[in-house]
């Protein structure tokens, strides 16, 4: 299909529908068809070159997993092909968000705990500190920090969704820093 495909309604809906039923070809057109201008609002939100690649193909991986979920009758297919894209884009701006906070919090801990094992005086202040947090937050800062528990196995084990739990101990971190500061 070498032939330039059309980016009016009719000409990618045709391509969107024969992509829902496996036709590679058809897929390939609907790629060449709207890539840049999918990668254009990709690029927008993401202000990443290497990320929006990434973001690009993961939002065609998704189209092609969910061609036969779009419906006509909804609107243009340009707009919910702008709209996976759109919503991979910010997905992906809130995993490194999340990421760049564990890392932090990672790091906090260490900090905090470091000079604990030596010390035991500030063994004591962080017993203090740990006592002073809820009991659940307690728990999953333990587990997560000093067994190696992942957010997805504490989402698991206290019923929680994995957001409330990422949340819950980006909290705690802080909460145990102010307090070995203010000891």
């Known amino acids: 299909m070498n032939q ?15 992509t829902s039923r496996g036709d590679r070809p058809a897929f390939r057109a609907l790629y060449e068809a709207t890539a840049p201008k999918l ?12 990320m929006a690649e990434e973001v690009l193909q993961e939002t065609f991986i998704k189209i092609w997993q969910n061609a036969e979920r779009y419906m006509p009758e909804s609107g243009q297919p340009m707009a919910w092909l ?6 991979r884009a910010i997905d992906r701006l809130r995993s490194e968000k999340i990421e760049r906070n564990r890392a932090d919090d990672d790091q906090i ?3 905090l705990v470091a ?3 030596g010390d035991p005086a500030m063994r004591q202040a962080l017993g ?11 728990d999953c800062v333990i587990l997560a920090y000093c067994s190696g528990f992942s957010r997805e196995e504490l989402a698991e084990r206290f019923g929680r969704p994995v957001g409330t739990i990422k949340t ?6 802080k909460q145990l820093r102010a307090c070995l500061e203010s000891e």
Do not use: Q, W, Y
């Open 4 to 18: 330039r495909v059309s980016t009016d309604g009719s000409s990618l809906a045709v391509l969107l529908d024969a």
């Open 39 to 50: 990668f254009a609002i990709v690029l927008r939100i993401t202000r990443s070159r290497p």
């Open 82 to 87: 702008a709209a996976i894209a759109r919503n």
């Open 109 to 111: 801990l260490e900090r």
């Open 115 to 117: 000079p604990a094992a």
């Open 128 to 138: 203090t500190c740990l006592k002073a947090l809820d009991e659940e937050s307690r």
């Open 168 to 173: 819950l101990l980006h909290r705690s971190i």
